[in-house]
């Protein structure tokens, strides 16, 4: 038998060692995402507005109390964010308290500069230090809160897809239909029969195992390979399976286990309740800073639903949706409907950093 990492074992100790590590760093003061500066400096901007409110007379006046506000508190939010950034790792390894008290600090320090830059410009004579320093420390502490509470919005999300996913891949029928197709390929095609059986094995190796924050999309691309070699046997030619991989977009981090509920949906909705089987295809492409994963597959005619194949609820994508936002908020997007006939789910994601590379020519060939 030919050795494969399907067959091999990883260290145990090393593995909890590392997962623990891991999961020790899901990082609070993560701010350097567009989406949380974005949010940020919007939260600071409304809560000035409302301030420039009292003492205004007219529009023009609360606009113009605005704009010099702005132009003292907006720089300092901007180094606030840049220095929760920066300090994300040293600020982790304090308790929760401890974080409060680091933002509320570097509020007022930040308050205190936005001071200091309107005294510095001569637009007040007698700097407001001490309501400046308080209103930094107030507005941070409720900015440490939120990206509290988005860090640990990852733990549940990721716990439960992992539960939804492993439930997914040892569901009876799909464990039996592959164990009964390997049987019934022991004799006449052992070769075929190893094969399909090294597929399940990572399957549930994959589900099994303790995952991080990321993987790479070359990573999910493989084992969606695998979910799909397992359900070409049981299908045969009534599958029919198109890949199209960009191997510039390999790199491209994701949650794990994201894909293959996507194919497995496709499967089952699209190829599974059609007597003629259907066609799925699975594209990676990089276009400008941007990835494209587009899982495209066709839909059974009207009345072809069998009884034993309930329509989906949606819930696989949703749970994919979250997952995705928590990862990489605004720059992360997910849209799933019916296109020109077929059912398309198209996911974008930021670029990896080694996608400057020249172009290549994608990858483009049938399932195996």
């Given at each position: 038998?030919?050795?494969?990492?399907?067959?091999?074992?990883?260290?145990?100790?090393?593995?909890?060692?590392?997962?623990?590590?891991?999961?020790?760093?899901?990082?609070v003061?993560?701010?350097?995402?567009?989406?949380?500066v974005?949010r940020?400096?919007?939260?600071?901007?409304?809560?000035?507005?409302?301030?420039?409110?009292?003492?205004?007379?007219?529009?023009?006046?609360?606009?113009?109390?605005?704009?010099?506000?702005?132009?003292?508190?907006?720089?300092?939010?901007?180094?606030?964010?840049?220095?929760?950034?920066?300090?994300?790792?040293?600020?982790?390894?304090?308790?929760t308290?401890?974080?409060?008290?680091?933002?509320v600090?570097?509020?007022?320090?930040?308050?205190?500069?936005?001071?200091?830059?309107?005294?510095?410009?001569?637009?007040?004579?007698?700097?407001?230090?001490?309501?400046s320093?308080a209103?930094?420390?107030?507005?941070?502490?409720?900015?440490?809160a939120?990206l509290?509470l988005?860090?640990?919005?990852?733990?549940?999300?990721?716990?439960?897809?992992?539960?939804?996913?492993?439930?997914?891949?040892?569901?009876p029928?799909?464990?039996?239909n592959?164990?009964?197709?390997?049987i019934?390929?022991?004799?006449?095609?052992?070769?075929?029969?190893e094969?399909?059986?090294?597929?399940?094995?990572?399957?549930?190796?994959?589900?099994?195992?303790?995952?991080?924050?990321?993987v790479?999309?070359?990573?999910?691309?493989?084992?969606?390979?695998?979910?799909?070699?397992?359900?070409?046997?049981?299908?045969?030619?009534?599958?029919?399976?198109h890949?199209?991989?960009d191997?510039?977009?390999?790199?491209?981090?994701?949650?794990?286990?994201?894909?293959?509920?996507?194919?497995?949906?496709?499967?089952?909705?699209?190829?599974?309740?059609?007597?003629?089987?259907?066609?799925?295809q699975?594209?990676?492409?990089?276009?400008?800073?941007?990835?494209?994963?587009?899982?495209?597959?066709?839909?059974p005619?009207?009345?072809?639903?069998?009884?034993?194949?309930?329509?989906?609820?949606?819930?696989?994508?949703?749970?994919?949706?979250?997952?995705?936002?928590?990862?990489?908020?605004?720059?992360?997007?997910?849209?799933?409907?019916?296109?020109?006939?077929?059912y398309?789910?198209?996911?974008?994601?930021?670029?990896?950093?080694?996608?400057?590379?020249?172009a290549r020519?994608?990858?483009?060939h049938?399932?195996r």
């Amino acid at each position: 038998m030919q050795e494969t990492q399907i067959l091999s074992t990883l260290p145990g100790p090393q593995r909890t060692r590392r997962t623990d590590a891991s999961a020790s760093r899901a990082l609070v003061f993560d701010a350097c995402h567009a989406g949380v500066v974005l949010r940020a400096v919007l939260f600071v901007e409304t809560a000035l507005a409302v301030g420039a409110l009292f003492g205004a007379g007219s529009p023009s006046e609360w606009l113009a109390r605005l704009a010099v506000l702005t132009g003292g508190a907006l720089p300092a939010t901007l180094a606030w964010l840049i220095a929760g950034c920066i300090l994300k790792k040293l600020l982790q390894r304090l308790p929760t308290t401890g974080q409060y008290a680091a933002g509320v600090l570097l509020g007022a320090l930040a308050g205190l500069w936005a001071c200091g830059m309107l005294a510095l410009v001569g637009v007040t004579l007698e700097p407001p230090w001490l309501a400046s320093a308080a209103s930094g420390a107030l507005l941070s502490a409720l900015l440490v809160a939120a990206l509290v509470l988005r860090a640990r919005g990852r733990t549940p999300a990721a716990t439960a897809a992992r539960l939804t996913e492993l439930q997914s891949r040892i569901r009876p029928h799909f464990l039996f239909n592959t164990l009964n197709s390997a049987i019934a390929l022991v004799r006449a095609e052992p070769a075929k029969a190893e094969a399909l059986l090294e597929d399940l094995s990572d399957l549930f190796r994959s589900a099994l195992r303790e995952q991080g924050e990321t993987v790479t999309l070359a990573e999910e691309i493989q084992l969606a390979r695998r979910y799909l070699a397992i359900e070409q046997v049981r299908f045969g030619d009534r599958l029919q399976v198109h890949w199209q991989i960009d191997p510039r977009t390999d790199a491209a981090l994701l949650p794990p286990l994201l894909l293959q509920p996507l194919v497995e949906n496709a499967v089952k909705h699209g190829v599974e309740p059609c007597p003629h089987g259907g066609r799925l295809q699975v594209l990676t492409a990089l276009r400008g800073s941007r990835v494209v994963v587009r899982i495209t597959n066709t839909l059974p005619e009207p009345g072809q639903h069998a009884p034993a194949t309930p329509r989906g609820h949606g819930i696989a994508l949703a749970n994919v949706r979250a997952r995705l936002a928590l990862l990489h908020d605004v720059q992360g997007e997910f849209s799933a409907g019916v296109q020109e006939g077929l059912y398309q789910v198209r996911i974008t994601l930021p670029a990896p950093p080694a996608s400057a590379t020249p172009a290549r020519t994608p990858h483009e060939h049938p399932d195996r």
